[in-house]
Structure formats: C-alpha cells, structure tokens
C-alpha cells in the first residue's frame, strides 16, 4: 500500500510519518515487509552529531538537523536507540584514522538501531527488528538514519540495550583474536595489555567462558586495588601493573599458570615488547591498538630463538573481508549473544548521555583512565 503523502491512517487516527514509527511497531497489521510510504515525499530530518572539517572534537562537533534521504526498494528506515563513543570515533574526527568518510560527517561507527519502515524488496529484515551497522564511517551518532539492507545485520531484542549498543567493536575484535591466531584450549594462556578497556574486558569474559588463563596488565592509578577486584570479578586469572612485567615476580606467577601462546597488544611502545618477552615459543603477539603511540619494538632475541609471530587486527577489515558471506559474522554474534543471555559477557561499565551533552560526552571519553564508556541515548 502507497500513499503519497506525509501522513496514514491508523484506524481513526492520522499522524505524521515521524509519529508513525512507534505505533507501527505495536500494530501488527503493519509488520509487512513493505514501506507504507512515498518515496517521492518531501525530505525528513533527524538530529545528527555532524562534523564539517576535521580537528579537535569539541571544536568540530555540532548537534544538526541532517535531511534524511527517500527510502529506496533496498533500504530501511531506522531509529537509532544507543550508541557509544570509541577511540576510533576520535580518530576519525581528527582525522587520524585508517579511514574517513566524506565531509560532512556524521560522527560514531557503531550502535543499536531499531527498523521502523522498510523499502518493498527488503527480505532480511521487518519493521521493530534491532540492527547493527556492518561497517565503519555510517554515522551513528544520530535519531534515525536510512540505510541499504546489506549495511546492517539484525540482532536479537531480548539482550540488554546497552551490551547490544557495544557488541559490533570490542566484543567482535576479542573474539577474533581469541579465536584465529592461536589454537587456544582449557587451561592455556593468554597475556595483553589495556586490560581495562572493552576489548580487554571481553577478551577477560570470553577467555573465562572458554576455560582459558587471562594475565592482564594494566597502567599503575590510585584505585588499582579496586579495578584489579573488578577486572577478576568478571573472569580474570591475574591483574598486573606494567612495572610488574620486568619483575622476578613474573616467575612466580608462571609456577601456577602456564606461559602464553597469545599476547595482545592495545598500547604499542615497551608495553608490547614486554608481552613479547614472555610468549612461549612459537606463540602470537596480536596488535589491536596503539595507545602510547609509540612503534611496537621486537626483540632480535624472540625472532630466533622463541620464533615469534608478530601480527595485527581490525575488525572493519575483517567485517569487509566476510561482506559477501555473512554467515561468519552472524555465527559469531548468536556466540557472543549467547554469552550474553548467559550471563558470562557483559557490557563494560557505561555512561548513558543525551545527544544534547555531547560536549561533555566527548570530553570524558577522552579523559585518560577513562572508567566508564560514554553511551549515547536517543
């Protein structure tokens, strides 16, 4: 059914294509997979945290009314629910990242949206399902968005908000690097570094639901005493200090844990060379990140005589390497949601904040020892 203008009769009661969506999801008779609006209707909007030049974040970021385009036959319409603020967000409004979208910009790469209207060739997905964007430089940090069936996957409702808001980055690039650098089993070994940022703490939960050690370090702070406590709550073997790597300690600590086949590395400079001092021979040093900003250092000594493996990872790559088959992206999410239901993953601790407190939202998630993950709520 079309209907040419901007408002529909549901029973006796006409609303405004914006009212429509909420009472399109309680009404089932409206469930079908078909838009029930024009194409041709005048351009909608939605509020957006747009960038119009790369730079400092708080300078560059500005809350707008971005127009929203007409909803083809292969698109949706959807509303976005939450959606965090991550590194790589930063990065790519300053212009660092690996990649940019064209100016302007809306800012965010990750989220839960929710589908409230869907074009007439759409198959995968009906309206009030929840979904996740496949790739980066979308733009999440925004009410609603029109996007193509094949840029978002769907994920099930009955898992909390904020774990679905924060499953498509940190979750996904901890599976990864648990799953296919290393033949990993019970009782086996992991070691990284930014253990208390949220790859570190999936890497901690999923590593525990699969019987495997996890020796996480991190930075030396006040309430070290209080993340350590935190960090082991949710699975963790042992929670170091930095310092604590170069130390005869570690010896001690390897009496009751075998040495790792697996380091991570989310920090670069002395720390990654430290998890490289300690893999066991033949083992895998995954860099996922580069916190310090400074180039990771290999020693001569654990090329030849511990044979080390030295590799990197980005979950965008590997999304963009599995676009064409999902099916190896839809197995690892029913996992991860599984763990979920479970009880044994987790969404890191968050901070639920309004488009309209996005200055202070970004200034706190750049914050070093930064505790809580700055979460969008539309």
């Not at 809350?63 to 698109?75: A, F, H, S, T």
């Not at 300053?94 to 198959?123: H, M, S, W």
């Not at 090329?303 to 790559?317: A, M, S």
């Amino acid at each position: 059914m079309w209907l040419p203008f901007h408002t529909v009769c549901l029973g006796s009661l006409t609303v405004s294509r914006r009212s429509v969506a909420a009472a399109l999801l309680k009404c089932s008779k409206h469930r079908e997979n078909v838009s029930l609006f024009s194409h041709s209707a005048a351009a909608q909007t939605c509020k957006a945290l747009q960038f119009r030049n790369h730079g400092d974040p708080s300078k560059v970021v500005q809350l707008e009314d971005v127009d929203l385009p007409p909803i083809g036959e292969n698109d949706v319409l959807v509303k976005m629910l939450a959606a965090p603020i991550n590194p790589a967000d930063i990065n790519m409004i300053q212009g660092t990242y690996a990649i940019l979208p064209d100016l302007p910009a809306v800012g965010g790469n990750e989220g839960v949206a929710q589908v409230v209207e869907v074009g007439r060739n759409v198959t995968s997905l009906k309206t009030g399902d929840w979904v996740i964007h496949k790739d980066a430089g979308l733009g999440t940090w925004r009410t609603e968005a029109v996007l193509a069936e094949g840029d978002v996957i769907s994920l099930p409702n009955d898992i909390p908000l904020l774990s679905a808001a924060t499953l498509g980055v940190n979750p996904c690039t901890a599976f990864r690097m648990l799953s296919d650098f290393e033949e990993l089993k019970p009782g086996d070994s992991v070691i990284q570094n930014a253990a208390n940022s949220g790859v570190g703490q999936a890497v901690i939960q999923i590593a525990a639901a699969r019987g495997i050690n996890t020796i996480n370090v991190v930075r030396d702070r006040p309430e070290f005493t209080q993340l350590s406590d935190r960090l082991k709550a949710i699975g963790g073997t042992h929670v170091i200090k930095e310092e604590a790597l170069r130390r005869p300690e570690m010896r001690e600590l390897f009496k009751t844990c075998p040495k790792p086949k697996l380091a991570l590395n989310g920090v670069g400079g002395q720390s990654a060379t430290e998890l490289l001092r300690h893999l066991q021979f033949g083992g895998s040093m995954v860099t996922y990140g580069g916190m310090a900003k400074k180039p990771v250092t290999v020693p001569v000594s654990a090329l030849i005589f511990k044979d080390v493996k030295v590799r990197g990872f980005w979950v965008t790559q590997w999304k963009r390497d599995h676009s064409s088959d999902g099916r190896a992206f839809k197995a690892m999410l029913d996992e991860l949601c599984q763990l979920i239901r479970q009880g044994k993953l987790t969404a890191p601790a968050c901070t639920e904040v309004s488009l309209q407190d996005f200055n202070k939202a970004l200034d706190a998630a750049m914050q070093p020892f930064t505790s809580a993950k700055q979460v969008f709520i539309m």
